[in-house]
Each structure stands twice: as structure tokens, then as C-alpha cells.
């Protein structure tokens, strides 16, 4: 009796020791660089698209003189291998955007005349011979992508001005319909005009020369809710974002993003290129625009949040241009009593603001500073467009990870530059990637709720294989565990600045 006590006491012991050894630890997310490919040179990889039925990369390419997608065979992303391009000098001016969804590729190409109407070629993946669809939208179609059911594809068509700013096309969206023949829908802002003076006055901007409601408007990058019925779109230049009801086909609001006070604690920011000092953050009199460039989605319960890379952007044409260093205007006297001390070169001198507003009495001098960006990434509420929570310490987390990547000489204009953003489940975690166009790296965060957001990671593309790092990172993509070819989440980063692909591997 005594043995057989024994024996089962011993069993008892092994299977708690067994339990202990195999109970999972903490779950991890770190990524790492497996593999970096260049393409060409400036413009040749700005956006990236996959497609896990082919395991193909398409790759948009401008360099040197081409217009095509480059076709990379991502069935081993530790060993890329290039295809046959897709040549599109024959449709337009050049290739803007790529997206896939369910064996289907769609690019946005823009018209010979940038100014005149772009299109919408669509593809299938499996034979990309001749397209499938060759569709007329808006001038300049900028962004292209896919409602994740795969029923539309919405494009975000920015209609910027020539350069002497004597055609101003419309700014417009389109919505296709690749369940309807590719039926397309291009949506105007001409309805909004009797809104301009409220949207206005909550910090949106309507500003180009003799442009009406509707030219003035720039669509820039879009985003589409899990459930496929909502879109959202940013008006980077306008600094807001328009919500669209695609089952209805219908912009249904305008989302002015409002104004970052920089006098307000914890909204400090370093506005000069001359103090000697890298992070420099201060308070200052400014009000600064947002004006977001990529745009993503995510939920939480039933509730949709949207979040913004504010990277900032001006008009800059030979007919119209909208910056000037602080230290080249006329301060009014009352509003900047320091005025003399804040135009000095160490201090606010050198910080590029918009001349489109801040004259509040038409007097000739400047009552308000306007900043160009915000420096932050921002997570709003999708339904009515109001702030969760704007990320101010994207600059200070660079500098504490890495301050050598911190351009102290960005400062006077824009900093950092977070220009994409990407969202992607890895082990059970939601994790958001920007990325910092002026400072070469991507910011990796984990996101908890609706706004709990934690630092994990820098990525610089240099620490991995040794490669060159990236230059203007522009175009990021993720590929979930489901998709990639490793079965393991994968994340690419495209380079329009060297024309370099770098793939990481969590």
C-alpha cells in the first residue's frame, strides 16, 4: 500500500513539475530584419502591397524615368527574388498607390497632365498580363485601397494645383464597386460649402487662391472600418478628415481636427535649429495644424477609432506658397510684446509657419502664430470625429531610444515628420507602427483599449543585416500570421528615399 502511495505521489510531483515547465511565459512582440532589397533609386518603393494567394509583392516605382510596379517573389521573404514588372507608362502620368484583396490588384495611376482625371487599373494576381478593369476617377488619385470584405475599392483623388495655380481641380473620392462590374462613384465636397464658416472656425483650412469649397479640398490617404461600411479620409492640407458611408455612397461628415496649443504644459516642442540644444522642448506661443497624412482604423467593442500620423504639409506652387520663418514677419505688438527676443534665430526665428491665417484683424501684421504639423500621432473616435488622445511623446521616445536618429536640424519645420501608420494583431496584441519620414526609423507601440499605449520598440533598418537603414520611410505594410508566407506576422517598410524594401520578422 505504501508503494502504491508512493508511486502516486511521485506522478503528482512529475505532472507539477511538467505544468510548471510548460505554462507559457510573457507574450513578446519585438521584430526583427530578415531581409532588405533595393529596387531603384528616389521613388522607387513608396508603397508596398501583398497578396497571400500568390505571395507576391507589388511594388510602386518611379525612378529614373519609369512608371511601373515592380513584382517581387515574397514565397521566401528571407531571399526576394524579382519578377517581370507591370509597365504603366501607357495608362498615366505615374503610379501613386497599390492595394490587393481576394487575388485582385488595383493602382492608382494619375493623368499625363497631373491636373486632369486619373484612373484605377485593377489586376488579377494571377495573371497580370492585361487588367481587368481600367477606370476613370479624379485627378490625381493618390491613395487606393480595399474594403476588407473585398466589395470596394475607394480611392482618395487629391486634385492639387499646376504650379501656377491656374487649374485647381476638385478634390474627390471615389468609390468602385467590384461586385457591380466596377461600378464607380466619385464623390465631391460641393454640399459642405454652407459648413465652411463652422468647419472653419473649429481649425479647418479653406485657403487656395480664388479656389472654391470644393477645389480647395485635397483628399490624402483612407482607411476602411472592419465591417466595410464606413471610410475615412484625410484632408491633410484642410487638417481634417471626412467620414463616407459606402453602402450609401455618400460623404457624410467633415471632421476638423482643431488646433495643438503649444503653450499648453506637455504640448511642448523644440522650434529651433540654431540653439545647440537636440530635443529642446519648450512652451511657445503657436497654435499648430495637425494635418494628418495616413489614416487607420481599429475597434474597440462595437466602437470604431480611427489614428492619424500628423505629419503637416503647406502649399508650396510658383503661384502660391503659404510658409515664412517667424523672424520674417510682422509681429503685432500686443499679441507678442517679445517679439523682438521670440524672432531671434536661437529662440522662434527660424520656425516656418503658414501665412494662410493668424493676420485676425486684417491690419497687415500677425496676431497668431500657425504651426505646420503636429509632430504626434492622434487616436480619434470614428463616429463623431472628437480627440481620444494625441501621443505628444513620439519625439521624446525616439530621443530616449536613439538620439542620434533626432534631426536637431528639422526642428524649425515639421520635427520628426510621422507620416505612416500601420495597425496589426501580433500573439493576441494590437500593435501600431509610425513612421518618422525625417528621421529614418519606425516607432512600434502597443495599443490597450482605446488609447493605452505603450513604447516596444525602434526600428532604424540598420541594427538588423547591416544594411543602409531606411531613407523617408513612406510606405508601411503589415502581414498578419495568417498571411505571411513564414506564418509569422511580418512587416515591411518601403523607402521612397533609397528605393529600398526592408522586411522585418516578429
Partial sequence: MKKIYLVFAIAIFAASCRERISAPGPVRVSFEEISSLKIGGEAAAEITAFDPMTNKLFVVNNSDGLSQIDVIDFSDPENMMTLSPIIISGFGGGVNSVAVKNGMLAAAIEGFEKTDPGKIIVYNTSDLSTPIANLMVGALPDMVTFSPDGKYIVSANEGEPNDDYAIDPEGTISIIDTQMDFQVTTLGFESFESQKASLVANGFRIFGPNASFAQDIEPEYVAIDPSSDFAWVTLQENNGIARVDLNAKMITDIFPMGLKDHLVSGNEIDVSDRDGIAGNFQNWPILAYYMPDAIETFMVGKTNFLITANEG??????????????????????????????????????????????????????????????????????????????????????????????????????????????????????????????SDAIMVYELNGASGLKFLQLLDGKSGLGSEGHDAPEGLLFISAEDSPTERAIFIVSSEGDGRITVYQN
Wanted: net charge negative.
Fill in 313 to 438: 504639409d503647406t502649399r508650396d506652387y510658383d503661384g502660391y506658397g503659404e510658409e515664412s520663418r517667424v523672424k520674417d514677419l510682422d509681429l503685432d505688438p500686443v499679441a507678442f510684446p517679445d517679439a523682438e527676443l521670440l524672432q531671434e534665430d536661437e529662440y522662434m526665428g527660424r520656425y516656418t509657419v503658414t501665412t494662410s491665417a493668424g493676420d485676425t484683424d486684417g491690419d497687415g501684421d500677425f496676431d497668431v502664430l500657425y504651426g505646420i504639423g503636429g509632430r504626434s500621432f492622434t487616436i480619434w473616435n470614428g463616429r463623431n470625429g472628437e480627440m481620444v488622445r494625441d501621443y505628444v511623446n513620439l519625439e521624446r521616445d525616439l530621443i530616449s531610444a536613439n538620439s542620434s536618429l533626432y534631426d536637431d536640424g528639422r526642428s524649425d519645420n515639421k520635427g520628426v515628420e510621422p507620416e505612416g501608420v500601420e495597425v496589426g494583431e501580433v500573439l493576441g496584441k494590437t500593435i501600431v507602427f509610425v513612421g518618422l519620414e525625417r
